[in-house]
């Protein structure tokens, strides 16, 4: 692909988040994204077969761009502890973002295409940041940082903790206290007082 094609999926790709954040998934419509983005429909289909196909771009995208901002902001210097509260960090940045946040288009593909399909984009991702959590909490417990006798068993419980706040923050709402409230609980749960 062309330099120009890659800034033309990349724009569809921006302009249809935008619509999926307003409309959820399930009453975004081809013709929806061809109207944001001021394209022909012929030009959207060059790009994109479906909805779907341009949802799951979006969050593979979104993954990556995630991966990239973490993995830049870690220096060596950075203790387990440090990366950790980084991680968490970021995890509250988007739960508090609820008007940017694509959380009810995720679900609302999920429960409608169905959560057992081995390329599933949330488990694949829940996958991941339970492996991250795993190796961060075993650096952490080898430094002496951290007490845990279950490390993935750990990773989990936090992940699912961060889930469960993404879904309240698009429910009944959650404040800045509370997401902070977790998240200390969090990590008085590892750290080893000194």
């Known amino acids: 692909m062309g330099e120009k094609s890659a800034q033309k999926k990349k724009y569809i790709l921006d302009t249809a988040r935008k619509v999926f954040v307003e409309k959820g998934f399930k009453n975004v ?7 944001a983005c001021g394209i022909s429909r012929g030009g959207l289909y060059l790009y994109f ?8 771009e979006i969050l593979q995208m979104e993954a990556e761009e995630t991966d990239d901002v973490f993995t ?11 990366i950790l509260t980084l991680f968490l960090k970021e995890q509250k940045k988007e739960l508090l973002q609820k008007k940017s946040n694509l959380t009810v288009a995720v679900y609302e593909y999920f429960f409608e295409h169905g959560l057992e399909d081995k390329n599933n984009t949330l488990r694949r991702q829940f996958d991941a940041g339970v492996k991250v959590l795993v190796k961060l909490i075993e650096a952490g417990i080898a430094t002496g940082e951290f007490y845990c006798e279950n490390p993935k068993g750990a990773a989990c419980n936090i992940m699912y903790v961060l889930e469960g706040m993404k879904i309240n923050s698009q429910t009944f709402g959650i404040t800045e206290k509370m997401v902070d409230e977790q998240l200390l609980y969090i990590m008085e749960g590892l750290l080893i007082d000194t």
């Open 72 to 82: 830049g902001q870690i220096s060596e210097e950075d203790t387990a502890a440090d």
């Open 49 to 56: 077969d479906s909805t779907e196909q341009i949802l799951l």
């Open 29 to 35: 419509t081809m013709k929806d994204i061809v109207e």
